[in-house]
Structures are given as structure tokens and as C-alpha cells.
């Protein structure tokens, strides 16, 4: 009789172990075919929705022209606001442009080059105003002058905290305070129990909540490290700086890392292995990338949409760390982000202490 080959055993061993573990089934077979249809949907085929473009309303003849016309483009969504909230807009990446009117209706436009969409937006709006412009030029009609010219102004290195880099770099460290909290606390308990490790560990003498804690505030000292250098490297090489208090950028980082381990640990509550674990770390993961502003702004998802999005932890923790970096805002300003990300941590904490297995 020949001996079975060692490898083709282990290897029908390796398959009679993963057809055995239903969530590892769902995971790695039906998880994705369902990300497919989500995102399939999300991004299918439709007609180009309008541009959002700002326009401060200066309260005048040049004001009422210019919101008028471009306000009949089909292609442009006109968010009119007051000069001073106008360019806090900018700054919080509710558009990539903002106009601004000037004396003889020719406006300044002000933007950051390097925006994504900030070139395609000005395009738009010239295709817009064109006609308007050289029609009130070549007429004189008021409030046009003739010594206008049909270029607009252009202010294409905008002040301090409106970059598209400053805008980036909080969001930035707050989807990695996200993602080394659930993988850094989450998927290393998970490997802890699959190793029978926890089990040891819950016979020792000491409070299981103190085992968590420790979890999360080494992973405090290591998003600390993180933020350091992240925000150094960031004011080195591109110029970003920090304009708000660094006591409130240091208590928001803490609160979101507080939230990010309780969300970690309920995660890590149940699952005996890491194949489940990691499909597990999508579901909370994956949406809030998408849906809080990473790399656009969430403004641009629908408005029934907004309070599910302001209450996930990432959302709250990215707004509020723009707003100190970029506006100069201090912890008073973020008082909603800072309860949110408090009730995130405490809800998520009781329940992970309650449903944590440690066999």
C-alpha cells in the first residue's frame, strides 16, 4: 500500500479546516461578492451631478450678476455664502473654488492648484461667466466698465490651512489612528486567543479590564509617536502647520484613539480566529474611509445622508482635528466631535468588557 504524499494531505487538511468554519466561508466567499454589489451600485453609470463652486455674496450689482448666471449652469452647484464663512468653506473643502466678486463684475477666483478638482471647477465657471463678462464689456453696460478684461483674477496660493495638503494631512492621521487601533488592538487579541495566550493571561493575577487598558495605551504611545511624526514631516516638507492649540489636537487624538480601541476590542469580543477577524475589521473600516472625508469632502454625499455620517467616530475625529489645524479652533469649538467620540469609547467599551471571550 503507498503511503500518502505528506503534501496533498495537508493541503486537503488546510480545505476541510476552511469549508468547516462557516464565517470564514462568508468572509472570504460572499463578503466580497456583497462589496461588489454595494460598490457597483454606488458608482454606477449616471449623469454628471453639478460642480460645487462658492460665491461671496458682497451684497452688490457685481454679487447679483454673478450668482445669477452661474446659478443657470447646469453643470455648477452654487453655494452662496458671506465673505468670511465663504472662505472658511474653502477652507473645510466644500468646494475646490470660491468666487469672489469684484468692482466691474470681473471676480477673483481662489483656489488651490493642486486641488483635483479646482482646475475642473474653474473651467466650468469661465465657461459660465464668459458670456456675461464680454457682453456687459462690450456694451458698458453697468456695472461693467470699459476697461475690463474678461480674465479673471487669480489667487492660486491661498492662506495658510486652505491647501488641499492641509486639508489632507488631519484627515490622514485620523484614518491611521482608526486603522492601528483595529488592527493594532483588534486583530492582535484575536491572534492572542487563537493561541490560546488569553486563556493564560485570564488566570493570572489582575483585573481583565486592566489586560484591555494596557492594549489601548500602548496604542496611544504608538499613534503618539505616529502624530509626531506625521505632523513634523508634514510642516518640513509641505509647509503645514498646526494653527490651533496642540493641548486640544493632543486631547481630540486621545479621545479618537479611546474610541478606535473600544470599537477594536468589541470587535476582537468573539472571533477564535484571524481569518474571521479580518473580514470582521471591514465592516466598521471600510464605510467610515468612504463616508468621512478622507480624501474628499463628506459634504458631497446626499443631505439625508449627513447625520448617520457626523455620527460615525471618524467623521467626528477628522473634523474636528481640520478644524483645529486649520482654523486655529480650540476644544470649545469641538464639543460635539468630543461626544461624540466619548459615547463611541463608552458604549463600545462596556460591550466589548461584556461579550469579551477569553477561552
Given at each position: ?5 505528506p503534501?496533498v494531505?495537508?493541503?486537503?487538511f488546510r480545505?476541510?479546516?476552511?469549508v ?8 472570504a466567499l460572499?463578503?466580497?461578492?456583497l ?8 458608482f454606477?453609470p449616471k ?13 452688490d ?5 454673478i450668482?445669477k448666471?452661474l446659478e443657470?449652469?447646469?453643470d ?10 465663504a472662505?472658511l468653506a474653502?477652507?473645510r473643502g466644500e468646494?475646490a473654488?470660491l468666487?469672489?466678486p ?17 482646475r ?6 469661465d465657461?459660465a461667466?464668459r458670456p ?9 453696460d453697468?456695472p ?14 491661498p492662506?495658510a ?9 488631519p484627515?490622514?492621521?485620523a ?12 486583530f492582535?487579541m ?8 488569553l486563556?493564560?493571561?485570564?488566570v493570572?493575577p489582575m ?9 489601548a495605551i ?6 503618539a509617536?505616529e502624530a ?5 514631516f ?10 490651533g492649540?496642540?493641548?486640544a489636537?493632543?486631547v ?12 477594536a ?11 474571521v477577524a479580518?473580514?470582521l ?5 471600510l464605510?467610515m474611509?468612504?463616508?468621512?472625508g478622507?480624501?474628499?469632502?463628506s459634504?458631497?454625499?446626499p443631505?439625508w ?9 471618524l467623521?467626528a475625529?477628522i473634523?474636528?482635528?481640520r478644524?483645529?489645524?486649520?482654523e486655529?479652533?480650540g476644544l ?10 466619548l459615547a463611541w469609547?463608552l ?6 468588557l461584556?461579550?469579551f471571550?477569553?477561552?
Amino acid at each position: 500500500m503507498s503511503r500518502p504524499n505528506p503534501l496533498v494531505q495537508l493541503v486537503f487538511f488546510r480545505q476541510r479546516e476552511f469549508v468547516r468554519e462557516p464565517a470564514i466561508l462568508f468572509w472570504a466567499l460572499i463578503f466580497p461578492l456583497l462589496m461588489l454589489v454595494v460598490l457597483g451600485v454606488a458608482f454606477r453609470p449616471k449623469p454628471a451631478e453639478p460642480v460645487p463652486v462658492l460665491v461671496a455674496d458682497l451684497h452688490d450689482d457685481a454679487s447679483v450678476l454673478i450668482i445669477k448666471t452661474l446659478e443657470a449652469s447646469k453643470d455648477l452647484r452654487i453655494l452662496v455664502r458671506s465673505q468670511e464663512e465663504a472662505t472658511l468653506a474653502l477652507t473645510r473643502g466644500e468646494a475646490a473654488l470660491l468666487v469672489v466678486p469684484e468692482r466691474g463684475v470681473v471676480p477673483t477666483y481662489r483656489f488651490d492648484p493642486t486641488h483635483p478638482e479646482a482646475r475642473l471647477t474653474r473651467l466650468l465657471v469661465d465657461e459660465a461667466l464668459r458670456p456675461t463678462l464680454a457682453l456687459n464689456v462690450s456694451t458698458g453696460d453697468p456695472p461693467a466698465s470699459a476697461s475690463l478684461a474678461l480674465q479673471a483674477k487669480l489667487e492660486t496660493t491661498p492662506a495658510a490651512g486652505a491647501r488641499y495638503i492641509d486639508w489632507f494631512v488631519p484627515g490622514m492621521l485620523a484614518m491611521q489612528i482608526m486603522n492601528g487601533c483595529l488592527w493594532g488592538i483588534g486583530f492582535a487579541m484575536v491572534e492572542m486567543r487563537a493561541k490560546r495566550l488569553l486563556k493564560r493571561f485570564a488566570v493570572t493575577p489582575m483585573r481583565r479590564w486592566h489586560f484591555l487598558a494596557a492594549h489601548a495605551i500602548h496604542r496611544y504611545l504608538v499613534v503618539a509617536l505616529e502624530a509626531v511624526l506625521m505632523v513634523g514631516f508634514s510642516a518640513v516638507a509641505f509647509g503645514v502647520t498646526v494653527r490651533g492649540s496642540y493641548l486640544a489636537f493632543a486631547v481630540l487624538s486621545t479621545l479618537g484613539t479611546f474610541a478606535f480601541a473600544g470599537i477594536a476590542l468589541l470587535v476582537a469580543a468573539r472571533p477564535r480566529n484571524t481569518e474571521v477577524a479580518a473580514g470582521l475589521m471591514n465592516i466598521p473600516m471600510l464605510p467610515m474611509i468612504v463616508l468621512s472625508g478622507v480624501f474628499f469632502s463628506s459634504t458631497r454625499f446626499p443631505e439625508w445622508l449627513q447625520p448617520f455620517i457626523k455620527a460615525l467616530p471618524l467623521t467626528a475625529l477628522i473634523d474636528s482635528l481640520r478644524r483645529i489645524t486649520n482654523e486655529g479652533a480650540g476644544l470649545e469649538a469641538c464639543m460635539r466631535e468630543l461626544a461624540v467620540l466619548l459615547a463611541w469609547g463608552l458604549l463600545t467599551g462596556a460591550l466589548a468588557l461584556r461579550f469579551f471571550l477569553w477561552s
